[in-house]
């Protein structure tokens, strides 16, 4: 399901109060998996890990354990 089917439904603070629980979840995921939020802009999160210089396998493998993390979050 989608964001803006289910948005569509909810009322107006229904939506901030939805958005808020996940992303709040996302950032404690974020620092779990060692990598670093850059920005959230409405119902987009984006997050990248390797940027200190870490190799690109270990990079790449903590930020996809960040997305199956946010997607069973």
């Not at 569509?8 to 990598?35: F, G, H």
């Not at 493998?61 to 960040?66: G, I, N, S, Y």
């Amino acid at each position: 399901v989608s964001y803006t089917t289910i948005a569509a439904t909810l009322e107006p603070v229904q939506i901030v109060r939805l958005l808020n629980k996940m992303y709040s979840a996302y950032d404690e995921l974020v620092d779990e998996c060692e990598c670093y939020k850059v920005e959230t802009i409405g119902d987009a999160f984006m997050a990248v890990c390797g940027t200190q210089g870490q190799d690109p396998v270990t990079a790449a493998t903590k930020v996809a354990r960040l997305a199956q993390a946010m997607i069973h979050a």
